[in-house]
C-alpha cells in the first residue's frame, strides 16, 4: 500500500491514464475490426476506404506510447496483404 503522498497521487493518475490508453487501444480495434469485416464480405470499396481510415489511428496510437511502432506497422501490413489479395 502506498504510504507517500506522491505515492499516493501516482496510484491515481496511473488509474486515470489506464482508462484513457484503454479507450485508445479499444478505438483502434474498432477500426481495425471494420477493416477485417470488409474483408471477410470481400467489400473491396470499403476495405480500402477502412483502410485508409486505420492508418492514421494506428500512428495516433504509437505518437500516445499505447502501441509499439512495430506493432502498428506489423498489423497495417497484414491488412494491406489481405486487401491486396482480395483482388
Request: proline share 2%.
Amino acid at each position: 500500500m502506498a504510504n507517500t503522498p506522491q505515492a499516493k497521487k501516482r496510484i491515481r493518475r496511473n488509474q486515470r491514464r489506464a482508462e484513457i490508453n484503454g479507450a485508445r487501444v479499444g478505438r483502434i480495434r474498432t477500426f481495425v475490426k471494420k477493416v477485417e469485416a470488409a474483408l471477410a464480405v470481400g467489400d473491396k470499396t470499403a476495405a480500402t476506404a477502412a483502410l485508409a481510415a486505420v492508418q492514421p489511428e494506428l500512428a495516433r496510437g504509437v505518437a500516445r506510447g499505447v502501441l509499439h511502432r512495430n506493432t502498428a506497422s506489423r498489423k497495417f501490413s497484414r491488412l494491406t496483404k489481405r486487401l491486396s489479395a482480395l483482388a
